[in-house]
């Protein structure tokens, strides 16, 4: 399959000018270079998504949030919907990213509706696990990701879509690598990649809908540690937050995914 390489902006950059510079950065490497085995994301603040689509590209954009409310209008304060942000022009959007379990208490219940919600209105997901340090350290991880992902055992089993291969993506992302320049081993995520694969494949009608479920790797990849993670097999490419944020650095992680792919 081919990589998937997202760069999750978070909170930035402080202007709508700064990330209008950024993804022209970002594509103009783009031109200059044929990344065959990867596509590229970018997931700005939701703010700046409509001024962004327009720029010509052929990166796709997503968005952090959605709401959980409703897939398309009404009195919910604050929220975007689903409808919305399609109709600004995303077509992805990431749910359950550590950031949002942690800051804003998203559980269980919460993610499940967002990610009805999103498929509703078109839209792909990025379904993001993790575990955090106190997790990782007592032996934790996996029964941790299995647990997260009965989220997505939920959606298989009510769900009547045909196909969610191309619309559903997972991103295994260690709550203590997040930010922190800490890395699991190659080994270790190519084995909790594995397991999340297997989970996944253990539910009913996964393999109907999904095959073999693309599983990305976040936390703290850069350009000097992406090849290494792109040779295993079961790492199926990036979510990256801060070196994302540079032209060249994402890039440069893009690159290392495609070449690693093409090769494999
Ligand atoms: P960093 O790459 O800055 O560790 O962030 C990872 C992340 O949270 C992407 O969603």
């Known amino acids: 399959m081919q990589a998937w390489v997202i760069g999750n902006w978070k909170q930035n950059p402080a202007t709508l000018q700064a990330a ?58 604050g929220d975007c919907s689903a409808a919305q942000v399609r109709d600004a022009g995303a077509t992805w959007v990431l749910v359950g990213h550590s950031e949002r379990r942690q800051y804003y208490g998203e559980d269980e219940a919460t993610l499940y509706q967002k990610i009805k919600n999103a498929l509703s209105q078109q839209l792909g997901v990025i379904f993001c696990v993790g575990e955090t340090k106190e997790q990782y350290d007592s032996e934790q991880t996996f029964s941790v990701l299995a647990s997260q992902l009965t989220v997505i055992e939920q959606l298989l089993a009510e769900s009547n879509e045909e196909s969610l291969a191309e619309r559903l993506i997972i991103a295994y992302e260690p709550v203590w690598a997040i930010g922190t320049g800490k890395v699991p081993t190659v080994e270790e995520v190519a084995s909790t990649h594995t397991h999340i694969k297997a989970v996944i494949q253990g539910y009913a009608g996964a393999e109907a809908a999904l095959g073999e479920p693309c599983v990305l790797y976040g936390g703290s990849v850069n350009a000097a540690n992406a090849a290494q993670f792109a040779q295993a097999d079961s790492v199926n490419g990036a979510l990256v937050g801060g070196a994302a944020l540079q032209a060249d650095s994402f890039f440069a992680i893009a690159a290392a995914f495609s070449t690693a792919k093409s090769n494999s």
């Open 20 to 77: 209008k510079t950024l993804l022209a950065d970002i594509n103009t490497e783009l031109k200059s270079a044929d990344l065959a085995a990867c596509r590229l994301m970018v997931v700005p603040s939701l703010v700046h998504v409509s001024s962004l689509q327009q720029q010509e590209t052929a990166i796709a954009i997503g968005v952090q949030d959605i709401s959980a409310h409703s897939a398309e209008t009404g009195a919910f304060t």
